[in-house]
């Protein structure tokens, strides 16, 4: 189930447009403010952010460059009562992939949450079962590892990071991605819990831990494994 967010400070509005997305089969987390916006992002897997510009508390312009400076894969569609050229150029501008003008059709806001959602789904990564690169090698079936110290077994978390990072080899995996696909909905470990992870892939496969050659941290967004090997 795609999971929205749904920023917006009228009562009515947000009661029928979440009423609505519920209908559709969304799951949906309403706020009437954007006090806690990026602290739900961090604690929350979400799939699309349903963002008003008229806060109480916030300019939802503001909002939305925090969000893009740490979420870049999350769809945001501005909804917002602000109907001049200029905001909307502004809201398109700072990152929103989609800008919507009250009052507005509920069909039209539907249809425009459903394209984006789409559009900014991953591609099908390709699938392996066995990996190697360098003197590592990895079998995803069994979970037995070849690594700079010899051979051991990975962890079942262990394994299905490691399988993700390598079938999107040479993309950035945000830490969205790792959370959803890897802790599932529910379970959310901490920030410093993935590190660790990273920590002990570099242990595992890589000649230099300090100077990491396969598994690379991008500050702010998330982790990529490189390598040109096809495995």
């Known amino acids: 189930m795609k999971r929205i967010l749904l920023v917006e400070d009228e009562a ?23 006090h806690n916006v990026l602290h739900t992002l961090e604690s929350e897997h979400i799939d699309l952010i349903i963002l008003d510009l008229m806060l109480p508390d916030i300019d939802g312009i503001q909002i939305l460059e925090q969000v893009r400076l740490r979420y870049s ?39 425009r949450v459903e394209r984006l959602i789409q559009r900014t789904q991953p591609s099908d990564p390709i699938q392996v079962d066995s990996y190697n690169f360098g003197v590592n090698k990895i079998n995803f079936s069994t979970y037995e590892a070849t690594g700079q110290n010899g051979n051991f077994t990975l962890t079942h978390k262990e394994a299905l990071l490691l399988k993700m990072l ?65 495995g």
């Open 12 to 34: 009515q509005i947000q009661k029928l447009v979440k009423m609505n997305l519920e209908i559709e089969g969304y799951e949906v987390i309403a706020h009437d403010d954007g």
């Open 73 to 111: 894969e999350i769809a945001v569609l501005i909804v917002s009562a602000r109907d001049a050229s200029a905001d909307r150029i502004l809201g398109l501008k700072s990152g929103a992939d989609d800008y919507l003008t009250k009052p507005f059709n509920l069909e039209e806001l539907i249809l």
């Open 166 to 230: 390598i079938e999107r080899k040479n993309e950035v995996v945000s830490r969205q991605q790792i959370l959803q696909n890897v802790w599932g909905y529910d379970v959310y470990p901490s920030t410093r819990t993935i590190d660790n992870f990273i920590l002990s892939f570099r242990k595992y496969f890589e000649e230099d831990q300090k100077h990491p050659k396969y598994f690379i941290s991008v500050r702010g967004v998330g982790y990529k494994f490189v390598s040109q090997e096809n």
